[in-house]
C-alpha cells in the first residue's frame, strides 16, 4: 500500500491542539496544524481546526508527507455550521486544506474522508 498504509498505520499521529512524539515528526505535525488553521470554513469567521474539522494528523518519520482525516460527525453537536457543510464547500475545503500544506512545504499530501476512509485528495 505504499506510503498511504504506512501512515494510515500512524508513523506519527497528532489530534490538534496533543503532544506529538520526536521533534522532526513534532516540528512536522506543528507546521500542518498551523498551516490547517489558515484555513477557513467557507462562509463562517472560523478556521477548520478550531470548527473540528480536522480530526488526525498523520506525518511520515521524515516529516515531507503529511495525512489529514478530515470529519465533520464528530465536531461539536450544537455546531449549527458542521450540520450544513455542503459538497461545494467541502471542495473549496479541500482544494484551501492541499493549498496551505503545500506552502508549508510537504511534498506529498494526503487528504481523507475520517468518516468513510474516502482518499479526498491526493498530491505528490
Do not use: N
Request: charged letters at 25%; one cysteine or more.
Amino acid at each position: 500500500m505504499g506510503l498511504l498504509g504506512s501512515l494510515l498505520r500512524g508513523l506519527a499521529v497528532r489530534r490538534p491542539g496533543a503532544q506529538g512524539s520526536g521533534p522532526l515528526v513534532h516540528e512536522a505535525a506543528l507546521r500542518a496544524e498551523r498551516a490547517l488553521r489558515g484555513v477557513e470554513l467557507p462562509g463562517y469567521d472560523v478556521d477548520i481546526v478550531s470548527a473540528g474539522l480536522v480530526e488526525r494528523i498523520r506525518v511520515s518519520h521524515d516529516g515531507r508527507a503529511v495525512m489529514v482525516l478530515l470529519g465533520y460527525k464528530k465536531s461539536d453537536p450544537g455546531c449549527s455550521f458542521c450540520r450544513f457543510i455542503s459538497a461545494a464547500a467541502w471542495a473549496k475545503i479541500v482544494e484551501s486544506s492541499l493549498e496551505a500544506l503545500r506552502g508549508a512545504g510537504f511534498q506529498h499530501i494526503i487528504l481523507v474522508d475520517a468518516d468513510t476512509g474516502a482518499v479526498l485528495a491526493e498530491e505528490q
